[in-house]
């Protein structure tokens, strides 16, 4: 594997910095770069190439991982893997000629919950079973069918993998190699953006019509419930008060209780109320207390509100939490640009949630062009088993993934499920990280249906379970030539850095990662594998760590594939315009340029779950090529030098790793 | 002076912190507290009391220079000067009785340029005469006229009143006396915080309806040619090129230029204009260059652009200008509860320019409820001088004062200017501080028909004539019964510090005062004498100090009067709502509680030039009381045991200074 390094922006490199080298030098010189460093950072050292060697093996269980689930992974470092490599220089981007210069939309459809599509048949209903806690597809014979059961995964065989990651994430020397690593991306940003910042200055301002502002921006990681600021949800629950005094909104032991009722037995008129009534809002007091702020998504501290307003499945079947969702949509929508990805919650302890689910968003039609719903599944296993919603962890499993086979299965046996899985477009798995984790996951933790103990078991255990379920649900969606489901959780916030280790198996992309600065190794293999990171600044500054301290700036520098995401405008946000707020305050404290701040929008596009054809319209016709050849600076408004530089950067680190692959 | 303190709020006292003490143990007590300080930081200190002494004589020299101009002294400062300070029990709050709970917003005007009321007819003219660049009134036979003339400031006055601030500033015991004070006020707050947040948050809840988005809030320093921001300029500049191009906008060496050709000239199109090629954003190339910062009002650098669309003088009469002013006076009485201080330039090269500012404002009816204009003057006489605009520094001051005298004296001279003035809150001195001062002022300097140098005369020059010239005007103007100006300048950004001297003798308030951090003794004068401070912590971050090292959240400890402001949304803010924007950041970033920010929204509708009658709606009935009494929580959001932590920290503070006057 060798290549010609043609940059197009301008930077000193060592040797020779302004001559171009010859590819032999060049790998001469890459060889002597990495054995320098691995010979100052890895004295403990087996051999000689120890440190590449635990990369490999981690990128290359990433890789098998993201292969079993069909998620993401980056085109580059999937090509070094197959040995294929071929490096596309970056200066012909003047050239481009296969651009489509469209700016045409994908013609948006009239009938987006397809109902009058018929529901596909299939000529195979296969035989579903549940072994240990994993969905096993079976032929009419009661045999294993072969083309699935290769995505299967063994506990043992994670188990296995988790232990290995362990011990490549905290090997000294190698952390010492990877911290040393880390540093040149950072510095040699440092370097690139001194010699080029005008550059791009002026790259951008060549481009016609395009600027920040006209650029899509999704918010990567929003809750739904918590999608609107407090001001908004103010202003429809006094709506509602005034319009709605009558209608019943609860039963209670058999006595229906209307809106008037409610608020009567509170002692609140609708004038009276206002935002520090409401107190939804995280001030300082929230600070390092998750749980305190979890009770924040109870209006006037009353869950019973949150129960009318802001829920799915309650008296008036979720019709106010539709309401005001649409009127989110709708501004986004106004705003034409911005995009969310709002969470919805399935819970585990009743079978019928999908069900419900499903007929609340498609009898609402909660839907919008700029807006694509995942599901999050609170790990809450402890308060089910406690309120005896279910007797052990297999049931959890149970209620959320057989619906979602079944409906694979035969989609006429929920026909609204159906056609609302077609929508969805990932799964998140959320809950306060930092709480104490009491049952580690070994080979001696229970299986899930002798799985009773009143503790929750651990992140790990929730992320085999849910991740092993999920990429056999998305092979036999494939098979059914279905939509898939990337999974997407919640990792790194607070708690033990090390579910950031799960997470790195079996997640698509993550949100927060703030934990990544304490494992160096980790950092630089979610670099290596360009690994979604949303970040929320503004929330972490109310909860755990302070706003110019937050990693991000940090990870931005390195190349770290990082969004901005708002997490709950509700709870963090003052203005109308939740998402620009986040990157107002991150321009300004950081002291961010218009070239980062786009670069951030990009990514945040990349990383969403919106539909190729989508984004072929909002990126660009070689939206998939991941150097400056796939960026249409027309639409991105991000220049090609940056694009090139990243790309470069990146082919140079897995060069230094892979020149011992398949030695 | 001896009073009882009843604590409405909650702290612990050093001794006996939860007994209420007797006023003579008390007074006993607080002796102890100022001697311990003075002999620990004041051994150079020539007699006992030399520290009271020396903020005395501040005090009095400030409250002094306040009744010259009739600007705004605190009336319990005043209080305590005049010797009749009588202590109000913060505690009968409960039991306000005399409080209008009226919500009537005063009856808006039709007529807001009073265009159908007849002007003004006076018996008298007077004579006017200009000594030494500062304005006389003389009566008919050519004699001062006495009451008049007592507000007439010398310039060895002056020099020997700021000569004795300087010493002051400078003395060593002071300072450490005076940092100690302000570590005291800032602990105590503290200490105060964390024993009554609770009961903040609780008394912020008690109160119906009212919560920091309905609250009036002020931004009390905005330039007006700044004051969209850039994704509305570029709208509208969009719009204008599109529907305006045969228009002719400029006119050069006798040609007329439409709008089309501009464009045509700077080869751009409509649809190519993005905020990249605006380029009026200040990014991190801004920082410490108040030079270049000056540029990014030029549209596309181009300082034809700025002559066509934010001026009011220009081939179209300012059309363009009023036409985006007045969109966001629409926005903002929208919003209803945001209102602005717009800045309108004057700049005294020319003697027409107020004749036509007014008449544009008029012509074009740019007034808004939300909205109260201030003339700002930059100080850029070196400039008109290479220019040969003026020949000497009289001309500037003949330029910008004799306008305004005459238009007083005879209101028929101008009827335009006479009904603008009224809607004129006050004057502002605006440019770059760090421009170094080659002209010192002192006996010496030349007066100013004699001030023919190339380079500019100092800051304290500009200051003396502007405030002379404006405590002269305001008299006039209270003898012919009609509104005065206040003077707040543009003070302590960046430059010599000793700037501050200045504004602490001559401005009502000041905008930034960044450099108060440097000046304890100054410090701490402006908060005994409660000086308003407009501060902008954005702007601050993109030009001169981190975010997060902004003193503002010290001083709002401190309980000095800071306010938040803009300064440019053009150049600094992204969404639609600079101003929540500006509040945003300060909430997350200096996690600011819900008491907090309804404190700055307070303070800034106190320093701001909207009517009395405004602010009796706004604030309450008895606004004008300066401790808890004169709060309405149901208005001002703010709790009673705040302001009476403020006011009762104030009076302790000055009593301990005022124990020694008239000893």
Request: hydrophobic share 35%; net charge neutral; with cysteine.
């Amino acid at each position: 594997m060798s290549f010609t390094l043609e940059k197009s922006y301008d930077i000193f490199m060592i040797p020779n910095s302004n001559e171009r080298d010859t590819s032999s030098d060049r790998n001469k010189r890459i060889s002597n770069i990495v054995i320098e460093s691995f010979s100052n950072g890895g004295n403990q050292m087996n051999n000689e190439y120890g440190a590449e060697k635990q990369l490999l093996e981690a990128i290359l269980l990433r890789y098998e991982y993201m292969e079993r689930s069909g998620n993401f992974f980056p085109q580059t470092t999937e090509a070094f893997i197959k040995n294929n490599f071929v490096f596309e220089s970056q200066k012909c981007y003047k050239s481009k000629v296969d651009m489509d210069t469209s700016y045409n939309p994908p013609e948006p459809s009239q009938d987006h919950w397809m109902l009058n599509t018929p529901l596909p048949k299939y000529d195979k209903i296969f035989v579903l079973t549940r072994e240990e806690g994993v969905f096993r597809i079976l032929n009419e014979s009661g045999k294993y069918i072969k083309e699935l059961d290769t995505y299967f995964l063994s506990k043992a065989k994670y188990l296995k993998d988790y232990e290995k990651m362990v011990g490549i994430v905290s090997d000294g020397p190698l952390k010492s190699l990877c911290y040393r690593r880390l540093s040149y991306l950072q510095n040699k940003f440092q370097l690139y953006l001194l010699r080029n910042e005008q550059r791009e200055l002026h790259e951008q301002k060549s481009i016609r019509h395009r600027d920040f502002y006209n650029i899509r921006k999704v918010d990567t990681h929003i809750h739904a419930a918590s999608s609107m600021n407090q001001k908004h949800l103010l202003r429809f629950i006094k709506r509602k008060m005034k319009t709605e005094n009558d209608t019943v909104v609860l039963e209670k032991d058999g006595k229906k209780i209307t809106m008037g009722e409610t608020f009567k037995s509170l002692n609140i008129e609708p004038y009276d109320l206002n935002v520090d009534i409401l107190d939804v809002h995280a001030y300082k007091n929230a600070f390092h207390r998750l749980d305190k702020f979890n009770h924040k998504y109870n209006p006037i501290g009353q869950s019973t509100l949150r129960q009318i307003f802001i829920n799915t499945d309650n008296y008036v079947e979720g019709k106010y939490f539709a309401e005001i969702l649409k009127e989110v949509f709708k501004e986004l929508e106004e705003s034409k640009y911005q995009h969310i990805e709002p969470r919805l919650s399935i819970y585990g302890h009743k079978k019928n949630e999908w069900s419900k689910l499903a007929k609340w968003a498609i009898k609402h039609d909660v839907w919008s062009t700029n807006s694509k719903f995942l599901i999050q599944i609170p790990r809450l296993y402890d308060i089910y088993k406690e309120k005896k919603y279910i007797s052990n962890f297999d049931q959890l499993l149970d209620n959320i993934f057989t619906p979602l086979f079944e409906v694979t299965n035969n989609p006429s046996s929920d026909p609204d499920l159906f056609r609302f899985l077609l929508q969805i477009t990932g799964i998140d798995s959320v809950d306060d990280e930092s709480k104490h984790e009491y049952i580690q996951f070994d080979k001696f933790t229970p299986s899930p249906k002798d799985y009773t103990d009143a503790e929750n078991p651990s992140y790990t255990y929730y992320m085999y379970y849910l991740y092993s379920n999920i990429a056999m649900l998305n092979a036999f969606r494939r098979l059914r030539n279905l939509n898939t489901l990337s999974f997407r959780l919640h990792s790194g916030e607070t708690g033990h850095p090390h579910h950031l280790i799960d997470s790195f198996l079996t997640a698509e992309s993550i949100c927060h990662g703030l934990l990544l600065r304490k494992l160096p190794v980790l950092q630089y293999l979610f670099y290596l594998t360009k690994i979604g990171i949303s970040m929320s600044p503004l929330a972490n500054n109310s909860l755990l760590i302070p706003y110019h301290r937050n990693p991000l700036p940090e990870f931005l520098m390195k190349g770290l594939n990082v969004s901005l995401s708002t997490d709950d405008p509700l709870q963090f946000h003052l203005t109308k315009e939740a998402l620009m707020e986040e990157y107002s305050i991150a321009v300004q404290v950081w002291k961010l340029s218009p070239t980062d701040m786009c670069e951030l929008a990009l990514n945040s596009v990349r990383q969403s779950g919106f539909e190729d054809k989508i984004k072929y319209y909002w990126l660009g016709s070689n939206f998939k090529n991941e150097g400056a050849l796939g960026n249409d600076i027309s639409r991105t408004n991000v220049p090609d030098i940056r694009i090139a530089f990243r790309y470069e950067t990146l082919v140079d680190e897995l060069s230094h790793i892979f020149k011992i692959y398949k030695k």
